[in-house]
């Protein structure tokens, strides 16, 4: 059997931990530890460290930072790259790598652990297994979080557990599968095909963007204030992607680029079913979000105005 290369790139997170006499975790631990038990005979790892932080701690630039050290990972011709990641944000990583690595030439798989994972009985070894194994086999060359057994496009993940092993969900849109005892079984969805001449680092972020919930006691000078200086905003309606009819003055007069979308977790917007919808629809500024999660949107957004992109248009268009 033909042996695969697959570089793991490490950042921290809790699959970087160990949990000392104490009780607490600390950052002390490096996943490369956990190879002789991943046992996968017909698989190389190349385990590379790109930083150590908590992942509360991954901002904009550190997602810059990430993209660069996958691009350079797959300069070196590998099967595919796993990221060792923590999970409180992971999904918006995994979003960020989605339209910064554009035309990859294999799985850039993101994974980690929600029990440390230099801890007996941690989920970082079958997490971290089965990544490396979708890293390697996999036949379709997309970012992605492989958690719990699943296998999640990278704009549609959302951690929706605080704690549990089964943390992540694909939103509003099917897994691309699973996998499971080093057997990957795909869902008939359409994804990009391994062998792109890429990756293109397109790395430009506007991180000046706003995601804002529209909770009933939010007034219209608060949502004013939110918005005042930033470059664009995500607005969390509620029900279908609404705007209370008092605060649509605000967005109006706001003139930046405003995506709606849903504080529900699924169903994403779908404004146009009620008459109240004309008006908010109506407005110049305002981009209907569809139904991609609004973190993904967010980070969509950053990018979107970071490459001088036409905004309106880029946004309606479901990408992934």
Known sequence: MMRRKVIVLTTGGTIGHRSEKDGLATLSFDPAGLVSALALPNIDMDFRAVMRKGSMDVAP??????ARAVADALADGPH????AHGT??????AAALTFMLEGLPTPVVMTGSMIPGG?????ALQNLRD???VAACADFAEVCVVFAGKIIRGTRARKVHSHAPDAFLSINAPSLGTVSQGRIALNPVKTAPRGGQGPKLAIGLDSNVVLIK?????SADALERQLKGSSGAVLEGTG??????????VVAAFDKPV????????????????????????LPNIIPGGDMPSEALLVKLMWALGQGHDVRAFMRVQTN
């Open 61 to 66: 630039a550190e997602w810059v930072i990430i």
């Open 80 to 83: 595919g790259v796993v990221i």
């Open 88 to 93: 409180d944000t992971m999904h918006y990583t």
């Open 119 to 123: 801890d007996p009985g941690s989920d």
């Open 131 to 133: 990544a490396v194994t």
């Open 214 to 218: 529209l909770t009933p006691n939010l």
């Open 240 to 249: 279908v992607g609404h705007i209370r009819t008092d605060l649509q003055p």
């Open 259 to 282: 995506v709606i979308t849903t504080q529900a977790v699924h169903g994403g917007e779908r404004l146009g079913a009620y008459e109240a919808d004309r008006n908010i629809l109506a």
